[in-house]
């Protein structure tokens, strides 16, 4: 069955740096694209970032553009997230989600990880 | 961006009343809606996409429709296990953008 596991998360200051995974496992894994979600505590869920399924395409939502950036290894079936500038209102809970068909555009998210708690703070 | 605007932001029923939350768009987004459910620690849930198609194993219980900037999601009849916060998501458009969330809770 499809598994996202996601790892990296922690606590790091404002202006640091930290780098999340997701393992992905149960499908193929270089169909399919690939995106980040997060979620604030006690909020709603936010869209950060997506790959395509090659890694040749790559959006960002504006809070985190210039700051973090989405990447793919396709023979390791892992997506990163490489944050940095860290801010404290980047502290959330952050998902990987496989989009709901192969070769699409990261539109609906059908596989979900566990999450990663990343605590920017001081 | 497009803004998704969920309501009502929160509410609370008796086992068996119908529930019914409403999503607006603030342009048209024609079909291009997901309702996802999370429950507490857990990540979300694919429900519904392009407004009203089930994922395998949703609960007939459950249906949505819409389309254009308006969209609604219903359970005719709440469970103890339909307990949770609920989204609607677009995806006309990047950024992909979620509503506030409507938490369901049991009266």
């Known amino acids: 069955q499809v598994q996202l596991v996601e790892s990296g998360g922690g606590v790091a200051q404002p202006g640091r740096s930290l780098t999340l995974s997701c393992a992905a496992s149960?499908?193929?894994?270089?169909?399919?694209?690939m995106s980040w979600v997060r979620q604030a505590p006690g909020k709603g869920l936010e869209w950060v970032a997506l790959?395509?399924?090659?890694?040749?395409?790559?959006y960002y939502a504006d809070s985190v553009k210039g700051r973090f950036t989405i990447s793919r290894d396709n023979s390791k079936n892992t997506v990163y997230l490489q944050m940095n500038s860290l801010r404290p209102e980047d502290t959330a809970v952050f998902y990987c989600?496989?989009?709901?068909?192969?070769?699409?555009?990261?539109?609906?998210?059908?596989?979900w990880g566990q999450g990663t708690l990343v605590t920017v703070s001081s | 961006d497009i803004q998704m605007t969920q309501s009502p932001s929160s509410l609370s029923a008796s086992v068996g009343d119908r529930v019914t939350i409403t999503c607006q768009a603030s342009q048209d987004i024609s079909n291009y809606l997901s309702w996802y459910q999370q429950k507490p620690g857990k990540g979300p849930k694919l429900l519904i996409y392009?407004?009203?198609k089930f994922e395998t194993g949703v609960p007939s219980r459950f249906s949505a429709s819409g389309s254009g900037a308006h969209f609604t999601f219903t359970i005719s009849s709440l469970q103890p296990d339909d307990i949770a916060t609920y989204y609607c998501?677009?995806?006309?458009?990047?950024?992909?953008?979620f509503g506030q969330g409507t938490k369901v809770e049991i009266k």
């Open positions: 989600a496989r989009d709901l068909v192969s070769y699409g555009s990261g539109r609906q998210f059908r596989h």
């Open positions: 149960g499908f193929t894994f270089n169909t399919y694209a």
């Open positions: 790959i395509s399924y090659d890694g040749n395409n790559k």
């Open positions: 392009d407004a009203s």
């Open positions: 998501q677009q995806y006309d458009n990047l950024p992909r953008t």
